[in-house]
T-cell receptor, first 114, second 117 residues
Framework: DAMVIQNPRYQVTQFGKPVTLSCSQT?????MYWYQQKSSQAPKLLFH???????NEADTPDNFQSRRPNTSFCFLDIRSPGLGDAAMYLC?????????????FGPGTRLTVT | DQQVKQNSPSLSVQEGRISILNCDYT??????FLWYKKYPAEGPTFLIS?????DKNEDGRFTVFLNKSAKHLSLHIVPSQPGDSAVYFC????????????????FGSGTQLTVLP
């Protein structure tokens, strides 16, 4: 089945210790997104890639970086996690192009910062 | 400033009855709307969508209604089933990124639906 996969599902890191979350997709979609979702809040877009073109949201902290080495994979790097970065991180994909606006989400990675 | 609002954080409905989830928006540039369902510890799952040129879209037990003049949309689930118990997010699309046609979703804060057996 075509899908969006996120690893790991649960990640614990120490305050200030760099951490990388990964996302892969078998949908062959052009666009990959990273969202942050805190409890009882709406998902918040951090950035997205349209193919290799990176688009950062204006209010995304510099502490958050992303890499997309190929169509299938996208990584979220948190350089120095703070306690406030504990959240669910969601990866999503969409086909791109006009008329195809649905985004398909992975199961998420729950990040805990100790 | 919340551009997409789901004013009911929770809703309980008896099995077999209709569930109606509401969503309001303020940005008149939104032109495409989506509903997602989310179970605990899982990512949101796309449910149904509607373009602003329509006022109704139906898919099985799920129907979305759009009232552009009121900037309001609703999701109807009939009949409701216990497996429908989840958080439902309304989302809207407006901005066209300069890099192409990727569009940002603006989410509401969600409504927890509980369907009682």
């Amino acid at each position: 089945d075509a899908m969006v996969i996120q690893n790991p599902r649960y990640q614990v890191t120490q305050f200030g210790k760099p951490v990388t979350l990964s996302c892969s997709q078998t949908l062959n979609h052009n666009v990959m997104y990273w969202y942050q979702q805190k409890s009882s809040q709406a998902p918040k877009l951090l950035f997205h890639y349209y193919d290799k073109d990176f688009n950062n949201e204006a209010d995304t902290p510099d502490n958050f970086q992303s890499r997309r080495p190929n169509t299938s994979f996208c990584f979220l790097d948190i350089r120095s996690p703070g306690l406030g970065d504990a959240a669910m991180y969601l990866c999503a994909t969409s086909r791109g192009g006009s008329g195809s606006y649905e985004q398909y989400f992975g199961p998420g990675t729950r990040l805990t910062v100790t | 400033d919340q551009q997409v609002k789901q004013n009911s954080p929770s809703l309980s409905v008896q099995e077999g009855r209709i569930s109606i989830l509401n969503c309001d928006y303020t940005n008149s540039m939104f032109d495409y709307f989506l509903w997602y369902k989310k179970y605990p510890a899982e990512g949101p799952t796309f449910l149904i969508s509607i373009s602003s040129i329509k006022d109704k879209n139906e898919d099985g037990r799920f129907t979305v209604f759009l009232n552009k003049s009121a900037k309001h949309l609703s999701l109807h689930i009939v009949p409701s089933q216990p497996g429908d118990s989840a958080v439902y997010f309304c989302a809207a699309i407006e901005r066209l990124f300069s890099s192409g046609s990727a569009r940002q979703l603006t989410f509401g804060s969600g409504t927890q639906l509980t369907v009682l057996p």
